[in-house]
């Protein structure tokens, strides 16, 4: 197994992804993933503030809090005005409240001085996938995965959202070395993968570390980590 990443190819990428949906299906692509002009431009604003709810918390608890936010407030500057006190006891069920509710205020206040007032990521969608990806982490609160989903997901840039299966399985088949930080690791990944199978990879791979490849207790009998996989005690 490689240790550094250093082996694999954008073929051998291609033909991991090709196994995968061998083993799971193919990965349909919806109507809400990816690029679309004619989409309301506040669907961008909000897939970013689900995402940072989304941060650290199961996802039924994430659907709960949006749900509460966009509820609550008529607007975007609704929240960003509201007290973060008050935020914060909406999202709650999300986790973190205090820290999710001035990350959420603090991107709000970040696009709506980017764009002159508006509430729009659409300028993001005109910038180079890095720039892009530098725009959303250059906001205090906001990392590679987080910027990553929403660029992957709703602009249907390549970038790989590496969330805590993606990280485990990678590193197992030593797409990623061992030491990466998650940061390093979206840096890995974005290299390597090319940029049609962001999506369908990152979304094989959570298949393939939830019904495999858990963190503990493995199960290793599957045909696609006879091919990939030799890393310790599996
Ligand atoms: S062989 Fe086991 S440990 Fe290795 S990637 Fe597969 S399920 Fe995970």
Redesign the pocket.
Known sequence: MSQDGAEWTATRVRTLHDDLVDLYGPVETTEAHGADPDRDPAEGVRQLLTTILSQNVADQNTARASENLFDTYADFAAIEAAEVAELAEVIRVAGLPETKATRIQRALSAIREETGGAYSLAFLDAMPTAEAKAWLTDIKGIGPKTASVVLNFHFGKPTMAVDTHVER?SK??GLVPESASNARAHDVLDSVVPDELTYPLHVLLIEHGRT??SARN???D?PV?AAY?D?EG?
């Open positions: 399985v197992r088949f495999h490849c493995p199960d290793c599957n980590c996989c890393c599996c």
